[in-house]
T-cell receptor, first 115, second 112 residues
């Protein structure tokens, strides 16, 4: 049973509009969450993270929101650009493990930003 | 140059063959990992190593072995490849105390 779920395999958005990527988790022990972006033929690269003590973290055009009661997080990209087209992975870590050995990844969402 | 380099980038091998995937890093991190990505399943941890003398199994270690030859090198071996090991394999590193992983470009392995 997947503990981190990204229920939308794909998302298409018009350039300049907002992209919202969603992620749900089931393990209440998770307390640190990360988003990775992956281009074709490249490895995933870290994008943004959030600790469970916060409900929002912002970095430029990227904002991650965390709703602990709903066990839900979302990544907002505003405004979306064609270069944002990639697969986005949500990942969760339990109780600040201090390493990547317990990261649990979602299955990814392919974002396509249309010019 | 990439901080985490994987070789080969693509490989096709036959069932029963032994194959080694190599990973080297210039980030100076002690911690290295091997992940596997399958469609619809995200990335899953195969093995990890926190230093040269440390090897640990991950979620899906059966059928795989690893060797940490040096701080900068971590190789993954399939002793007898089988078709369901066809996947995209990623090596990653992380700094001590950090959850953030830095990934290589990946190795696409096909077992026929």
């Amino acid at each position: 049973d997947q503990q981190v779920k990204q229920n939308s395999p794909s998302l298409s958005v018009q350039e300049g509009r907002i992209s919202i990527l969603n992620c749900d988790y089931t393990n209440s022990m998770f307390d640190y969450f990360l988003w990775y972006k992956k281009y074709p033929a490249e490895g995933p690269t870290f994008l943004i993270s959030i600790s469970s003590i916060k409900d929002k973290n912002e970095d430029g055009r990227f904002t991650v929101f965390l709703n602990k009661s709903a066990k839900h997080l979302s990544l907002h990209i505003v405004p979306s650009q064609p270069g944002d087209s990639a697969v986005y992975f949500c990942a969760a870590d339990p109780l600040s493990s201090g390493s990547a050995r317990q990261l649990t990844f979602g299955s990814g969402t392919q974002l396509t930003v249309l010019p | 140059d990439a901080d985490v380099t994987q070789t080969p980038r693509n490989r096709i091998t036959k069932t029963g063959k032994r194959i080694m995937l190599e990973c080297s890093q210039t980030k100076g991190h002690d911690r290295m990992y091997w992940y596997r990505q399958d469609p619809g399943l995200g990335l899953r941890l195969i093995y990890y190593s926190f230093d040269v003398k440390d090897i640990n199994k991950g979620e899906i270690s059966d059928g795989y072995s690893v060797s940490r030859q040096a701080q900068a090198k971590f190789s993954l071996s399939l002793e007898s490849a089988i078709p369901n090991q066809t996947a995209l394999y990623f090596c990653a590193t992380s700094d001590q105390g950090s959850t953030e992983a830095f990934f290589g470009q990946g190795t696409r392995l096909t077992v026929v």
